[in-house]
């Protein structure tokens, strides 16, 4: 399983972007995949995770909202969907996939290279 994080740019205080997470390999439906950022000198943060189907999403702590996490298993895509970006969100935002649903970094085997997005003020 391969994946390929794209999206990322620099963007003003309040505005949008939309990550893409292509997957390649097979059995991509039976793969949970879930988005973590990492800012320098910081830990990997746990952002949103989507199960196989699509039908369950969970996010890390206060972020429900602002970010919206979906898939199409017909395109092998997972897209993260950011509004209302503040200064905080400047990160690299890693995509990950792995067979438990959780917000435990550690629980994914696979992961894509990362994608940079900064929020200027």
């Known amino acids: 399983v391969q994946l390929q994080a794209s999206g990322g740019g620099l963007v003003q205080v309040g505005g949008s972007l939309r990550l893409s997470c292509a997957v390649s390999?097979?059995?991509?439906?039976?793969?949970?995949v879930g988005w973590f950022r990492q800012a320098p000198g910081k830990e990997r943060d746990f952002v949103a995770t989507?199960?196989?189907?699509?039908?369950?999403?969970y996010y890390g702590d206060s972020l429900k909202g602002r970010f919206t996490i979906s898939r199409d298993n017909a395109k092998n895509t997972v897209w993260l969907q950011i509004n209302s970006l503040k200064p905080e969100d400047t990160s690299v935002y890693y995509c990950a996939a792995g067979k438990k649903y959780s917000s435990d970094w550690r629980q994914y085997d696979y992961w894509g290279q990362g994608t940079q997005v900064t929020v200027s003020s």
């Open positions: 989507v199960t196989g189907t699509g039908a369950g999403t």
């Open positions: 390999g097979e059995a991509f439906s039976t793969y949970v």
